[in-house]
Structures are given as C-alpha cells and as structure tokens.
C-alpha cells in the first residue's frame, strides 16, 4: 500500500482555492492508501509571530479538515509539533545539506530578491519539510507546483544521506495537484490570501454572498453571447454546480442574453449548498473540543510510532546511537 503524505500550513481560514486545490484531494486519497496529513505549525512560525493566531489558526485547521471529510478512522492527521522526532531529524539532515541547494530554494530566495532578510528558519524550512516526509517512509506526496522543488530537496538530501551511512530513507515521489483546478479569487487572478481575493469555505453565508456579488466581471452587454470556459465567474461556478447545471449555465453563456448578477446569484446559492452538510458538521465538531483532542492525540501517536523508528535507524546509521 503507498504510504501518502502532505502538510497544510494554518495560515489563516482554507479558502475555496485551498479545498479544490488541494483539501479535496487529500480527502480523495484517504481512500486505497495510508495517508498521514498534517497541520505544519511549525512551518508557519516562520510567519506567524502571535501565539494567540498560530494556536487558534491550528486548532481551526484541524475542524477546517475534519468537517471537510478527512476521517481520522483512515488517515492519520496530527500537528506537525506533537511529532518533536522530526525535529531532531532534521538536524541529522541538516549537517551534510550544502548552503547553494537551499539558497536556491524559492521561498527564502525570493525574500531576499526583495531586499528582506530571511531568518534561519525560513532558509532551512525545506530541511525540516524533508524530515517531515522522509520520518513516516512516505511515498508520494501531493502538493501545489510551488512545492515540487522542495520534494526535490528532500530526495537529494535522502539520497546523500542513505549514500553515507547506508539505506534508510525511502525516495519520495511528488504528485503534483491539478492544475486544471486554480481557483480564481474574487478579481479573476488567482484566489490567495496573499491576493485579499479569498472566499474562505466556512465563512458566513451571507458573508460569502456579498463577496461573490462584488467578483469583479466586464462591462459587455448583456446580449452578447459569451465564451464560458474562459470566464472565471463560470469557473467558479462549475466548482460547485451539479453536470447538467453547468451545462445549462454554459448554453446560456453562449446563447447571450443574461446577467452576470444572475450567475452570482447561482453561484452563491450552488456554494451554500455545496458546502452545508461540512458546516453543520464543523458546528458539532466546535462544540466538542476534547473530541478534536483526542483525534489529534491520537494522530500524533501514531504518526511518532514510525518517525521514532526512522530516528532510530537514522540514529544509528550515522554513529550518534549504539546499533541494537
Ligand atoms: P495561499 O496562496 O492562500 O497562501 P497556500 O499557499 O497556503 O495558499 O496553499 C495551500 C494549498 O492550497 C497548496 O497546496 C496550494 O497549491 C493550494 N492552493 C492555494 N490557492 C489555490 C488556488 N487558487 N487554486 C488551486 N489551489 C490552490
Ligand atoms: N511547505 C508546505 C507548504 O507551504 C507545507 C509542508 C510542510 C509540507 N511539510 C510538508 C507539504 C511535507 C508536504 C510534505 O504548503
């Protein structure tokens, strides 16, 4: 069975991007393999500076993904922190990792390209995202375009590793997530909270309403036929609409003849629904804390079960522990 692992950082509420981007997917490959997901809390202290946000922003990720379908009866989700054996993984990774790989690594390179200086944690994060992977033996791993170069790290440094002191990583495989499903924000680029062009999943619907009739649209006449494949508002709405809804939409986009304030409305009314049997479920999840507790007391067991047994063998591969 493939082992499946990724890690979602609790930067803020998921959006609409993150969960055709991404979430669903996750959820998708729960299903034929052992998936382990994780909240990378440690990754975002790279960012986030605020103990209050980071805890929250933690805990909310952990409702965000449990609403969203991800069962922990068939995959394993923990906080990154819970597992402190990565931590020391990393360290084992990090002597021998050279500073040109990870000075060429997007995220601190493009810091500095802006004149802002990165801390140490920014520039090794992609070590301690290869402990991530390389502890539980995951292979493949799902992520967004902007995270293969960091798969790519973590087999170069596995493989340096397992060149020294002998066979004990197993080579990660990165599944890249569709690209057919970039979401666009609410002015038409790319939804990202970077953007301010988010529509996040458990947002009030009424909340949600108001953004989706502010989309930004032009200013042809309503007569006019339109292409609907190129139109982000028909995107978004074929996210969420059944196949024969968005079939119709599509007729009436090329036929002419319909307001853009029409589609909105559709589009409001196909999220709501979409979306209403994960936020009933994530009222219920709320109001229970310890249960989410408990879930991710769990996770955290047994995702240290096996990152303890990689630490060891890694251990005692590269001298600093008696071989048992
Ligand atoms: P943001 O851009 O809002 O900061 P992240 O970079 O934290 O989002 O993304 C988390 C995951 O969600 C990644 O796997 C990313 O590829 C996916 N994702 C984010 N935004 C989109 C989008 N607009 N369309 C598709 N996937 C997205
Ligand atoms: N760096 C990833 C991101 O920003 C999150 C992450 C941390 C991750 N560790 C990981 C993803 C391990 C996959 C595997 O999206």
Redesign the pocket.
Known sequence: MMRVL?G??P??R?????Y????RQYIDLQDGNEAYYFIANLHALTTIRDRGVLWQNTIDAALDLLALGLDPERATLFVQSDVPEVSELTWLLMTGTSLGLLERCHAFKEKKAKGLTADAGLFTYPVLMAADILAYGSHLVP?????VQHIEVCRDLAGSFNHAFGEVFVLPKAKV?E?A?????TDGE??????NN?IEIFEDPKSVRKKVMRIVTDSRPMEEPKVPETDHLFQLYSLFAAPAERLAMAALYRAGGFGYGQVKKALADAAEGYFAEARAKRLELAAHPEKVREILGDGAQRARARAQQTLQRAQEACGVKAES
């Open positions: 990724s979602i950082q930067t803020g998921f959006h609409w991007g993150n055709f981007g991404a979430i992520v967004g375009e902007d995270q997530l690209s499903a970039r979401v666009p924000g790319k939804m990202s909270k970077s953007y988010t």
